[in-house]
């Protein structure tokens, strides 16, 4: 594997995360690997939610819609639950997804669906590689193909347990 990418630095023991139409975790040591987990959620998710609720039929047409969208028009954030703060979480986290819907706007939608899965991959593999003792977690698939919004997403929330993420170049 690690003959393929030679200029992708990676520590000897990882969390590899594929995201196809559902996600899996497989956890690599050296020349070994095994498939410890997943979830549901992945670009099949994505894509049906994003042909129901915005009309969208790829991949790129969800990327362009969300580029253009504000999730903070559908998403109720910290911020909007905490008003004058008081609690020890960033304003601008979701505190649900969806909830708000101040806007149906297929760029909204488009950007709070964004939101959904990368925020929901991103904690299931942290607490994956919180309870495996994993540092890195090393993200692929073609969901993430021309996808900087949710790399930043799951970047993002990575970072937030803790755990620091990587993106395969192709």
Known sequence: QRGLLPKFAVPERYLLVSLGT???ILEV???????IGGTA?????????????????SFAEVV???????R?????????????????????LTASNFAKLASREPADLAHALLGLLGEN??????????????ETLVFGGS????????????????????????????
Do not use: K, W
């Open 72 to 92: 903070a028009r559908v998403d109720l954030l910290v911020r909007d639950v905490y008003p004058e703060g008081g609690i020890a979480l960033p304003p601008d």
């Open 41 to 57: 959620l992945g670009g099949g998710t994505l894509l049906g939610l994003a042909r129901l609720l915005c009309r969208a039929e």
């Open 29 to 35: 040591d050296g020349a070994t690997f095994q498939r």
């Open 64 to 70: 362009a819609l969300a580029a253009r969208g504000d």
């Open 143 to 170: 969901v993430l193909d021309t996808n900087p919004m949710l790399q930043e997403i799951l970047q993002r929330t990575v970072q937030m347990g803790g755990r620091d993420a990587r993106f395969l170049p192709d």
């Open 22 to 24: 559902g996600t899996s």
């Open 121 to 134: 991959i991103g904690i299931t593999c942290t607490a994956v590689a919180h309870a495996r003792a994993v």
